[in-house]
Structure formats: structure tokens, C-alpha cells
T-cell receptor, first 109, second 110 residues
Framework: GQNIDQPTEMTATEGAIVQINCTYQ??????LFWYQQHAGEAPTFLSY????GLEEKGRFSSFLSRSKGYSYLLLKELQMKDSASYLC??????????FGGGTRVLVKP | DSGVTQTPKHLITATGQRVTLRCSPR?????VYWYQQSLDQGLQFLIQ???????AKGNILERFSAQQFPDLHSELNLSSLELGDSALYFC?????????FGSGTRLTVV
């Protein structure tokens, strides 16, 4: 089976940086995804890591260490609209995508 | 518009009833995944189809079933509904680089 852990909630100030950690245990690892989800809406794709290292995409970066079963999503220059849930998801063999419980980020002025 | 179409957007029904949720994947995608998201919960994987065949099953209840048709649209059937089945149901389709979600069906069982 798979086990994916991420913090339940984080609070940060507008303009600051927040790092959301995700640890996972899985067999047949085939990529890690980060999604953003506003309440009641569909998850939207943020980033994808399959090799170790950092992927940068504008204000968002994601890091992966396969040997440690660890990833983080870094959100820089936080804006109020970044208040949302951030979902870590692991793809295993057969392309099955399993999600963690999500981290609710609250951005305060 | 993500390209993944789900209908209906909202559904209100009584306990004990049966409903069918529909999903059309993005053009060219052969896979369909179904997820359930209860209030303030994470996305729970239900079932995956690829080109008409079941590929993987998650914690899907026996009261729930799904299928994928030759035109690649998929239907999720929920029967003998209980209050606890109230949730958002998402489908997604995938290509090698990622997964795209539909806007979901909000099911309310009263």
C-alpha cells in the first residue's frame, strides 16, 4: 500500500514564503505531483517531480528526494489568493495516483 | 475548462436511492480515474479504467460500481445511498505528464 503524510494546516503572511512537506512510502514509485485545490473546486496541477532535485515554476518550486521518500512545495511571495489546500500525490505502478490528506494554507494580510 | 466533463454538477437524492455520475475524459486520453472527497477530507481513490478495462481498484464500496464505454466516457453508479455517501465525486483523465480533473459532481444524500 501507500502512505502519504503532510501537515494539516499552515498559516503564513502575505509576501512571505511557506514550505509544505510531504513524506511518502510506496512501492513502484513513478512520480510525485502537487495540486492546489480551492474549497469546492477541482484540484489544479502545480508541479511534477520524477527525478531527484528542484523544479521551479514561477513562484512555486517543488523538490524531491526519492531515497528519503520526501518532497516539499515552496510557495514564494505569498498572495491572498494562495489560500487553498495543497495536495501531495504519488503515482505508483499502473499509474494509480494516491493523494495525501492535503495541507490547508491560510495567508494572512 | 479542463477538458474533462462531469455531469451533473449537483445531485440531491434520498437515502436508499441509486444515482449515476458521468465523466468524459479529455480528447485522446484513454484513462479515467474516480475519486471521492468528503467534507474537509482528502481525495480517496475509487477506481481506474483504461480503454474500457478496469485497471485498479481503491476502497470502493460494493454498493458502488463503474464502467468505461467504447467512446471512453465513464459512469460511476452509486446504489443504496447512505447519508455518508454525500461528497464531491471527481473524475480525472491522464496523459504521461499528468492528471486533469473535472469540476466534480456534488452529491447530497438526504
Amino acid at each position: 500500500g501507500q502512505n502519504i503524510d503532510q501537515p494539516t494546516e499552515m498559516t503564513a503572511t502575505e509576501g512571505a514564503i511557506v514550505q509544505i512537506n510531504c513524506t511518502y512510502q510506496t512501492s513502484g514509485f513513478n512520480g510525485l505531483f502537487w495540486y492546489q485545490q480551492h474549497a469546492g473546486e477541482a484540484p489544479t496541477f502545480l508541479s511534477y517531480n520524477v527525478l531527484d532535485g528542484l523544479e521551479e515554476k514561477g513562484r512555486f518550486s517543488s523538490f524531491l528526494s526519492r531515497s528519503k521518500g520526501y518532497s516539499y512545495l515552496l510557495l514564494k511571495e505569498l498572495q491572498m489568493k494562495d489560500s487553498a489546500s495543497y495536495l501531495c500525490a504519488v503515482r505508483a505502478a499502473g499509474n494509480k495516483l494516491t493523494f495525501g490528506g492535503g495541507t490547508r494554507v491560510l495567508v494572512k494580510p | 475548462d479542463s477538458g474533462v466533463t462531469q455531469t451533473p454538477k449537483h445531485l440531491i437524492t434520498a437515502t436508499g436511492q441509486r444515482v449515476t455520475l458521468r465523466c468524459s475524459p479529455r480528447s485522446g486520453d484513454l484513462s479515467v480515474y474516480w475519486y471521492q472527497q468528503s467534507l474537509d477530507q482528502g481525495l480517496q481513490f475509487l477506481i481506474q479504467y483504461y480503454n474500457g478495462e478496469e485497471r485498479a481498484k481503491g476502497n470502493i464500496l460494493e454498493r458502488f460500481s463503474a464502467q468505461q464505454f467504447p467512446d471512453l466516457h465513464s459512469e460511476l453508479n452509486l446504489s443504496s445511498l447512505e447519508l455518508g455517501d454525500s461528497a464531491l465525486y471527481f473524475c480525472a483523465s491522464s496523459d504521461p505528464t499528468g492528471y486533469t480533473f473535472g469540476s466534480g459532481t456534488r452529491l447530497t444524500v438526504v
